[in-house]
């Protein structure tokens, strides 16, 4: 019996060991390789200047200095695997801490496990709330704040004395508001409640007084600072958003706080619990498990806007079109499926409005990208020179995101695309606005020196690259800057040469609405100067060819002509010119040295409508990409109204 | 005890003498500091001018010298103890030279002076806003002591805001210097114009039926409780391809008159095919200067994108209408300067406390200024008309809002010289000619503040004594206040 007993617990032993490290090694895994664009994502979003003033000014707002703090180790993200270590590092030693502040027996291990899976849940549910959180630090901020708030109550818990431990707690509610926010609060209010399960009617004076504690002390303090609300203190430090339902942070450590406040109140009981079988761990990590697969973000398309953005932000134009080729050649076997399966349900019905309802239903199954994949696609192969033959090589469309809230494209790629396409007003408008309702970061502080350089405003670049010199991974890059600012180097040097030539139209006064994609299409369709360039002429061919007028188009081809004089047209073009001189019957066009393939492509793909009449473009599409995917004429055909936000 | 000290402390600071260097050699260089304040005349109740030095060396020190007294400073950056710099600069003028040390051997710079003058109105204040195009997530009216680093919040949008629910602060304005009667605008959520006038607090909504908006740019009368404002349909716009990056227009603007006892609003102007703007009274409450722009389009749903078609041919001139503050009533009319004529644009008229200059902001068009790198300030004399561009203190990038101090010896304006993207605070010194000193910056604790810090600073107003009321109790007021309407009457004429 007791050699059964034993060889049970060494078991239990050896299972929790495993998971305890397993896990943890697991998920560091797991970010590291198939997350680290979002976790490059959350770090360009983010600053951490190698600087005394932030951390001073960091002491004018509750949580302000966990706020900084965040931001300290949020810096570390870009190096992926070395953030996600300490954030694991972090979230391991969330474990122990918990089990030992809220005294939960080892029988339940896997309780004191419960925050740490849900500060993870935390930001990675967080999808494209990404783009519009706000919170100084606010990846490592939650977490941060728990590892403090739990060590206040085991604090407590140890000490003896009834006054020390009050003014422990008074020392939380106002010390640690100050510099941790309600983190401190929920210390105080958690560690009042494991008083009252641990020392009996002594512990119902610390549970009375760490509530008017955390009740007041905020109130008290609240005329020290001028930067919130009153209202707002019991969730300082908490992440936000003006977005509404995309308050998952908050959830996330509200759990937290629920549960561990549960975990204080049944931990007396608890510790008397017999000890259980280890598959009540097992079932318990299994519920972790399926717990994570249900709320963890993973939609490939935001994994993939997020690698192409990434490395458009680095100018990597071969890997940001790549990124899109290989989604869809990922897909490519999902679609034939999907596409069997719609057929075969298609087959057996015959009623009109059953059918839209098939393939409305399977619509959804096939590969599409969003649109800031195909803009960024758009953008590297311009930026390649090879929009003209490939532009429509690859997968379009504008498949939503998969969110609750669809957040503005300008919020995800305005600056980027504005940068270069040659509008670094709007990119500058776009920076500032993001500072302002975000905080300055690595990534629009780039964006701002940038423009200033390719604006020739050496002062104003100086400026933010002399912040970015603070920092622990951008000053490198800065200095760079600074030297091509020194040597008078700007004008010819990658991305700047790029852009410049692009700037060659005449001063307007304008408002984008934050329509980014409607606005740079009718900037290069219908603002050209005289003075254009052969870049901005390609330009305005790839974004007539997305218009699908055909007035526009000719008036943008005549000029690509003048400009550009080609040796031989880039395909598309070809295919565009045929396509519209046959619609418009205009015999002129149609004299233009096409290659036989060009015109033999577009005779079939009219042949082949004509024997496979297209009832509805979502029902007939995939089946036309298969014959005639990669041609202009099946992307003005098949690809129209697109969606843009 | 304090007797004792001074002297105590002037030794331990002549101490400090020892670190200047015995030996060194003459370098004939002008030193680079940052921000300049070489040759600058300074009120003699200002804080230290802390500065940056832009030169590369081994080492610095820099020695501060006064009547009897050498304070030796090392390091680039150069901050100067305040009670030290206040009991030197009371001496009239002090020295500046720095040594730099190269290669074991120390070199001087060519010294340079700073001369004290009157003394300053010793407070300010401003609003610090991020060079945004319309977000406002954290705005604050602040105002500093000007004889130390002081700052303090007045009122901050962040202690009213709700999460989406933002609010736009602006205008703050005071009468006669005094902080015991000022208004600033709360725009949108919990909005409206917040007033202290006689110790109480009051939420007004200025819009009318008759009016075109709630009252914007302000003018409190000198003697009498009204104030002038401007009534403004402002909207703004972005440049395509240009240095200035914003163009903020009116698409109507009118004036109108509040009388504080009355609680009513009466017609100034209202001219439609004129933009009125920027009341600024004459010291004796008799004549209100402003700005006016000819504009006849259409009043249709297309006006506004009209009126920015037009934006480089809407062109402000000055003028001066009569006032009689006991019957209210208006006299016709004047033109004081047809900037138009001269295909300039003048705006942000303030007349100097003894009524006889008449300042203002040129640029080739428009009204907002702070967004025009070609913007300059300018002075008339009253007494005959003339007037001038201020070369003196002038720069190549924007000069634009502009304060004259209690005395009417000192000028602080908002400026974009230093990168072109943040308005930066400077001050110059007038003679009684009308001719200024070298400008100077506001100095700054930190010599790398304006390099460094991401606001731009905004309207800043002479005050002779601080904003008492707390800023919490703005904040509570304001959220617990509804907005109090005002009635309208017609505008008297003479």
Known sequence: MVKEKKRKQDTGRIIRAAFSIVLPLAFWFILTVFYKDFLLKVESGSLFLLDWQPLLESFSIPGGLLGWLGTFFMQFLHLPWLGSLIWTVMLMASVPLTAKAFRIPGSLWCLAAVPAFLLAMGNMSLGYAVFVIKGTGWFFVPTLGYLAAAATVLLSGRMKGLCSRIILLALAATAGFWLAGCYALSAVVLAGIMALRTDGRKGSGIAAAAVVLAAAAPVVIYPLFTTYRLADSWTMGLPSSDIAGLMRLRFAYLLVFVSMAAAGLLAGKAASAPEKDTPVQICGIAGFLLLSWLVWYNDPNFMSELAMAGAADNCDWKKTASILEKAAQKASKSDERAFNARAKALERISDAGERDFITDKYSGKFFEPTRPMVLLKDLALFKLGVEGDKAFLYRDGDRKQKSATQVPMVAQIGKLLYFHYGMPNYCHRWCIEEAVEYGWSYQNLRYMAMTAMVMEEWDVAGKFLDKLSSTMFYRKWARQQKDLIDAQAVSGAAPYCDVRPLMCYEDRLSSDMAMVETYIMKHFTQFRSPYATAQYDRAAMLWTLRMQDIPTFWRCFYCYLETSNPKSLPRHYQEAAYMYSTLEKSSGMQDLPYDKSVKEGYDAFMKFSQSHPVRSLDESRYQFMKKFGGTFYFYYYFTRNQETF | ?494
């Open chain 2, 1 to 494: 005890m304090r007797k004792l000290l001074i002297p105590i402390a002037v030794l331990l600071l002549t101490a400090c003498s020892a670190g200047i260097p015995s030996e060194f050699t003459e370098s004939g260089q002008d030193p680079v500091i940052f921000p300049d304040y070489t040759g600058v005349t300074v009120p003699s109740n200002i804080a230290p001018l802390n500065f940056h030095i832009g030169m590369e060396s081994d080492d610095f020190i820099t020695v501060i010298s006064a009547a009897q007294e050498d304070l030796a400073l090392r390091g680039q950056d150069v901050r100067i103890p305040e009670k030290a710099w206040h009991r030197m600069l009371g001496s009239g003028k002090v020295s500046v030279r720095i040594f730099l040390k190269d290669n074991g051997s120390w070199k001087a710079c060519n010294s340079f002076d700073i001369s004290a003058a009157e003394d300053i109105d010793p407070y300010i204040s401003y609003r610090l806003i991020p060079p945004s195009v319309e977000s406002y997530e954290r705005l604050t009216i602040s105002q500093r002591d000007l004889t130390s680093f002081k700052e303090k919040v007045i009122y901050a949008n962040s202690m009213v805001q709700d999460g989406s629910n933002g609010q736009c602060i602006n205008c703050h304005h005071y009468r006669n210097y005094r902080t015991d009667a000022m208004q600033f605008h709360a725009r949108q959520y919990l909005g409206g114009t917040v007033m202290l006038f006689e110790g109480q607090l009051r939420k007004l909504n200025l819009k009318t039926d008759s009016t075109i908006s709630a009252g914007v740019y302000p003018a409190w009368h000198p003697t009498h409780d009204y104030i002038a404002y401007s009534t403004n349909k402002t909207h703004q716009s972005i440049h395509m391809a240009d240095h200035n990056r914003i163009e903020v227009l009116d698409e109507e603007s009118d004036l109108i008159l509040y009388d504080i006892r009355r609680n009513t609003v009466s017609t100034i102007e209202n001219d439609s095919s004129q933009f009125e703007c920027y009341p600024a009274w004459a010291p004796d409450g008799r004549t209100l200067y402003y700005v006016s722009a000819f504009y006849d389009g259409p009043f249709d749903r297309n006006r506004k994108d009209r009126v920015f078609l037009a934006a480089d041919d809407i062109r402000y001139s000055l003028y001066a209408k009569p006032f009689n503050p006991e019957t209210r009533a208006w006299g016709p009319t004047q033109t004081v300067y047809d900037a138009a004529a001269d295909s300039m644009s003048a705006t942000l008229p303030r007349v100097s406390p003894d009524g006889r200059w008449l300042m203002f902001s040129l640029g080739r068009q428009g009204v907002f200024h702070i967004w025009h790198k070609d913007a300059d300030l300018c002075m008339m004399d009253l007494r005959d008309g003339s007037w001038r561009r201020l070369d003196e203190i002038n720069s190549p990038d924007v000069e634009s809002y502009h304060s004259w101090s209690s005395n009417g010896r000192w000028i602080i304006f908002s400026t974009r010289r230093e990168d072109g993207a943040f308005t930066r605070l400077y001050i110059a010194h007038m003679d009684n000619d009308g001719k200024f000193s070298k400008p100077f910056a506001l100095p700054q604790e930190d010599p790398g503040h304006n390099r460094s810090f991401m606001y731009s600073y905004n309207i800043p107003e002479f005050m002779v004594e601080p904003v008492k009321v707390p800023a919490r109790r703005f904040a509570a007021f304001i959220r617990s206040s509804q907005a109090q309407s005002v009635g309208f009457e017609s505008k008297i004429t003479e």
